[in-house]
């Protein structure tokens, strides 16, 4: 992951971004992109959970992913 | 020192090929009766369906082999009888839990005729991208199979209109509308199953060839990935190269068929769901929100549950014990042994547990309500925290919070988890989740030694649980399992509905109905078993059947046993033989415990409220009149020693004996080290 990228987890709550490919064992990148949330796909950060983590608004379905998760997923920002 | 843990070992055992037409498949089915597969993701409303179109008629019983759960019932369409299977949740068939094995092998096995007749996936409408991809790896491995749309309501509340005639058209399969917590559009998926039951079967996606359908399995390269599928006849398509392309051809097909089928009335903005979720999930809000939901759950199923158990207490002691001996004397069976095992063992014993019928409804129609609800899954997310203080991701809170209920199925629930370290972990921790098996015992001595705080009582009893799992996740994970992977969170959250009162009623009707089953066997041979040691006298003269209780062979193994609960005040010989039957099972010691002073003074069992001022009174000897403490101690070593048989039965299937002993041992150890220190402590300050 390049440096300058910026990651899910850096994101404030409502911000909207496109997602890069997760650093993430192939098992665990296939059940995201089952879920949505795949290279290219926006999301929106909906809230914040305890821990650290976030659920995110990915078309209409809502994923909740841990702190440790989203540190692995570039995002790049993108205006609503 | 080296960690302890065996080596992983494969959770799907190798002898076993799943079948849906074996004869585990549906006992009860019709032989030659079309098999109809109902498969989709969590939470789709697939059980709501089953449970529906079986009128509740589930027969749920483990796989061959494995410990995952398939529903299996009878569905009666208009011109034939159809054996409907319940599969286990799936995203996708490339399986990352021993349940979407299970779903994987079972629909496309190995051999061509063990496939069901027609494979119905469950598609909700709110996410249908992503339920779409099983459809598209179904439609890939069988061309017998239809799309069924839930939640359209919900999806159309958000501005979403689905045209479900487009998705047929565009993914080249029939798809129907059918809302199951509603009970609606039941006819027209009678007439679409037969349709597609009797139609020649649809060409399979462009992906394989027509003339050898068979299943593209991705490559896993994951660690802890179940094992491969039992028999090497399934394929591997080319799997390095086409990987990716095949998971992309896949979501461009899904594209494709969204497009053409989903109209955004509206841009996607925040839903009330969002809303309730800025507070339900939040960082400090969301954990008090789930403790105080734990509260109503438990303030709810004692006080409402109370009056109708006294109905039912009264029904059984009164008119089912005088109807008995009216019976056994009309028969010329009355004032024997017949009369002591009916009177004394079954009426007295088997109508005590259905006094408690009440609770376990009350308990299991709230778990149904808040699961209804998409609650449990934000609870999953609130306690992912919490769970990883003890080494668990927050999917281990689900097997653990149906502990609450029952540990058995909690025990087999284990296997949502994908690591193998994380089951063990999560099997040995569910016994001290406090089932509701235990409820009745606190209830019983929290409302005679503290009436007016009887709920409050009750209410830390569940939270000392939650200790018990957090210290003995803690210990475990400084001793034995010392090396813990750790598994991300990764949760898809439902949208909130309001919970539907049929929808709640019937699961929990299914529940209860499977509880009395399973403990209706165990508890009568229990009781069976202690009537019978009571029968036999211990070195005495007396004849058999005829046997002063405190003569019998059943005391003098209750008296063996009471000294070591002496340092904790409770070794009184009534109080030791409640927790000896309660190692066979939890719904039994009540039970036995009014069976040892029934056996004493007959008469006195009609009075209300008789076992309280027995167990009172012995509780007074015992503990040197430090009763306080010896209750609060012995309602801990309740709570956390081992469950019943059954738990340590299921424990067996998923750790082995050798781990299901240590299990044991931990907690023995620690039900009995913590209640000496809690009498001892508490009689300093009493």
Known sequence: MESTSRRLDQLPVGSRAELGSPALEPSRCRRLAELGLRPGAQVTVLSRTPGGGRVLAVEDARIALDRATLRRIPAEPVSR | MSPLISPPQATVPQATVPSCHSAAAGPQAARGAPVVALVGAPNVGKSTLFNLLTKSGRDTGNWPGTTVEVGRGLWSLPDREVALLDLPGAYSLDPLSPDEEVTRTLLCPPDERDRPDLVAVVVDATALSRSLYLAAQVRECTGRVIGLVTMLDVARARGRRIDVEALGRATGMPFIEVDPRRARGQRSL???????????????????????????????SAQDAPSEPTSGSEPMVDPAVSALELGDERFAWIDTAVASAVHRDRPVGRTGSDRADRILTAPVLGPLAFLATMWMVFQLTTTVAAPLQDLLDRLATGPVTSGALKLLSAVNLDGGLVEGFVVDGLVAGVGMLLTFLPLMAIMFLLLSALEDSGYMARAAVVTDRMMRAVGLPGRAFLPLIVGFGCNVPAVSGARVLPNARHRLLTALLVPFTSCSARLPVYVLLASTFFPGQAGTVVFAMYVISILFVLGAGLLLRSTLLRTMGSEPLILDLPPYHLPLPRAALRSTWTRLRGFLRTAGGVIVATVAVIWALQAIPAGTDDPVGQVPVENSAYAATARAVAPVFAPAGFGDWHTASALVTGFVAKEAVIASWSQTYAAEEPESMNEPGHLGEAVRADFEKASGNHTGPAVWAFMIFLLAYTPCVATLAAQK??????????GVGLQLGLAWTVAVLVFQVGRLFA
């Open chain 2, 190 to 220: 009678a007439e679409a199953v037969t349709a597609a039951l009797d139609g020649p079967p649809l060409l399979p996606r462009a992906l394989c060839e027509p003339a050898a359908p068979q299943l593209v399995v991705l490559p896993d």
């Open chain 2, 653 to 662: 299937r998923e750790i082995g004996w050798r781990w299901t002993g240590v």
